[in-house]
């Protein structure tokens, strides 16, 4: 595996880390654990998700986030409770893709994982501030289902095709980009309202 595919996955899965952390270690361990996913030599370092401990964890948080993600405001306070923990997640995450033994590599993977993660996470708390404005509960629940398939699919798209691995974190990006800046606009349209004039 080269150096771009490798880039490329630890770009996706740092960045899927951002929007749902326990899912992708859930996830990835349980694929590893049942020897779905085959990891090449290097990434061993990833086999401790397969660790029963951590699977239990990391099932029972991305249980509570499924939950907890689904009702209003509520998914708002446990976005800003993991506005640490997940660009962490995700830096360690992507700290473990790359090489070990290049140490280099390791502290790029380490702060491009973290800042990739915590702006996933702030393009999706923004997102979803946004939905919790809208009068209909609905939305939460359909925004929300749509972040778990997404970052399922999109986790073992990259896994299974680290080519187009590169191109899930290019879109990523974009996406939490977008968001943030949708985002930013509506605030600004809903709290900063230019009087109008002649009135």
Not at 27 to 47: C, F, I, K, N, Q
Not at 100 to 111: H, K
Not at 115 to 127: E, Q
Request: net charge neutral; proline share 5%.
């Amino acid at each position: 595996m080269g150096i771009m595919e490798i880039i490329g996955i630890a770009g996706s899965v740092s960045l899927l880390a951002g929007w749902r952390l326990y899912l992708c270690i859930f996830a990835t361990g349980l694929a590893m654990r049942l020897d779905v996913l085959p990891l090449p030599e290097h990434l061993a370092s990833l086999s401790v998700l397969g660790n029963p401990w951590v699977l239990a964890i990391a099932a029972f948080g991305a249980l509570a986030e499924f939950f907890a993600d689904k009702v209003m405001w509520l998914d708002s306070a446990w976005d800003t409770l993991h506005t640490l923990i997940r660009p962490v997640g995700g830096a360690l995450l992507a700290l473990a893709i790359v090489d070990p033994s290049d140490s280099t590599t390791q502290v790029v993977a380490f702060l491009l994982g973290g800042g990739a993660s915590f702006l996933a996470h702030g393009g999706k708390a923004s997102a979803r501030a946004v939905v919790n404005a809208s009068p209909e509960p609905v939305s939460n629940v359909v925004a929300s289902s749509a972040e778990d398939v997404a970052t399922v699919g999109l986790l073992w798209l990259a896994y299974e095709y680290p080519l187009a691995a590169g191109g899930i974190a290019l879109v990523l990006l974009v996406l939490a980009l977008s968001m943030l800046w949708r985002a930013r606009k509506i605030v600004r349209r809903v709290f900063f309202r230019t009087p109008e004039v002649g009135r």
